[in-house]
RNA sequence: GCCGAGAUAGCUCAGCUGGUAGAGCGAAGGACUGAAAAUCCUUGCGUCCCCGGUUCAAUUCCGGGUCUCGGCA
């Protein structure tokens, strides 16, 4: 019987602190990290989206991030093809793949994989200009299952629901129960890191001052020159800033905005990673150091 | 000091002519299969500033008090 390769998660939510226990943790254990985050991997995003200090970049290796450029349309899709090219190739090398970030969609991809069933650009165009009340109702229709499970004010699910249908023939529920991902092809361990609910908004808004200083709104300016994809201009801070580049309120007021958002962002992310039982938690202390938190994964390691 | 306005949910405020109150924001919880740092759903008993009066009944009317804001001094 031939061990499964192991395949390492370290998730959870914004300023937990995750890229340096990754690092650390990687250095000890002979590994290499695969981002897990939606917008690190735009190459032109650099303090916006909050990237590993260059300094941990250059100590272990990252892949993953700076991958597209913020004018192409990126997705899960992609996302996940790149990652599972990454793993293979850490594996061929002999190393441990270490998957770090906090999108949580980009993880349940990873780990459970995504039906086939590409985007379709033209015929979501055509849904997005039509009656809303209309699509629930042809929704409800071809795909009661999906109608059920979406709530009839969620365009975004309903037009991709209905995209599917219309360029497949085949209702979206339906394809979704053929997916296969990471659980049960490798040996995978997914980490959790949490703080108080308090600790990590402050460290938030901390780390959202550090970006204000350290020239936040020179690269948003330089940011929103460029032609922006659709995906690409989703990232927290950019409509913000450009709030204050028009002249619409001020800078103190885009701080405001950028924490609130990062703050129900982080919201979010647990609410994800929370309905995960796969996930085993490690709650730190205010002032554990990476190094000790790395410690702490490489006993739980041992452990299985 | 005088005149005026106001004091209602964590914040900003609604509450026709009396029957013990409701929105937005925030906050908390949840959903999530090719846009996901997105998109969406759920949750509001709070001394209606205090004291007294009128009334079957007052957040709502009357009197007094306290505080806040604006104007005049």
Same mark, same amino acid.
């Given at each position: 019987?031939?061990?499964?390769?192991?395949?390492?998660?370290?998730?959870?939510?914004?300023?937990?602190g995750k890229s340096a226990v990754a690092a650390a943790l990687a250095e000890k254990i002979n590994a290499e990290i695969i981002s897990c985050?939606?917008?690190q991997v735009y190459r032109?995003?650099?303090?916006?989206?909050?990237?590993?200090?260059?300094?941990?970049?250059?100590?272990?290796?990252?892949?993953?991030?700076?991958?597209?450029?913020?004018? $192409? $349309?990126?997705?899960?899709?992609?996302?996940?093809?790149?990652?599972? +090219?990454?793993?293979?190739d850490i594996h061929a090398r002999g190393?441990?793949?270490l998957i770090t970030g906090g999108s949580g969609m980009y993880m349940m991809v990873l780990l459970d994989g995504i039906f086939e069933g590409a985007a379709d650009p033209v015929v979501r165009a055509a849904l997005e200009t039509e009656d809303p009340a209309?699509?629930?109702? $042809?929704?409800?229709?071809?795909?009661?299952?999906?109608? +059920?499970?979406?709530?009839?004010?969620?365009?975004?699910?309903?037009?991709?629901?209905? $995209?599917?249908?219309?360029?497949?023939?085949?209702?979206?529920?339906?394809?979704?129960?053929t997916r296969a991902g990471f659980w049960g092809q490798y040996d995978v361990r997914v980490f959790g890191l949490e703080r108080p609910r308090a600790e990590l908004y402050r460290r938030v808004e901390a780390r959202v001052e550090d970006m204000f200083r350290a020239g936040l709104v020179a690269e948003v300016r330089f940011l929103l020159s460029l032609p922006l994809s659709s995906t690409g201009a989703r990232i927290i801070g950019l409509p913000e800033i450009k709030g204050v580049l028009d002249g619409?309120?001020?800078?103190?007021?885009?701080?405001?905005?950028?924490?609130?958002h990062t703050r129900h962002y982080v919201k979010r992310q647990m609410t994800w990673f929370r309905k995960d039982k796969r996930v085993a938690w490690l709650m730190l202390g205010p002032q554990e150091a990476p190094g000790v938190t790395a410690d702490r994964l490489v006993e739980k390691l041992k452990g299985s």
């Open positions: 019987m031939t061990a499964r390769l192991p395949v390492i998660f370290i998730v959870g939510p914004t300023a937990v985050d939606a917008m032109e995003a650099g303090i916006v989206s909050d990237k590993p200090a260059p300094l941990l970049r250059a100590r272990v290796a990252h892949h993953l991030i700076d991958v597209v450029s913020v004018k $192409e $349309e990126f997705s899960v899709a992609r996302y996940r093809a790149l990652a599972a +090219a990454a793993v293979a190393k441990v793949p209309a699509r629930y109702a $042809e929704l409800m229709r071809v795909d009661p299952a999906a109608a +059920a499970m979406i709530k009839p004010g969620d365009t975004r699910r309903i037009v991709r629901a209905l $995209e599917v249908f219309r360029s497949t023939g085949v209702p979206i529920s339906v394809q979704q129960k619409s309120y001020d800078v103190d007021r885009a701080k405001y905005l950028i924490k609130l």
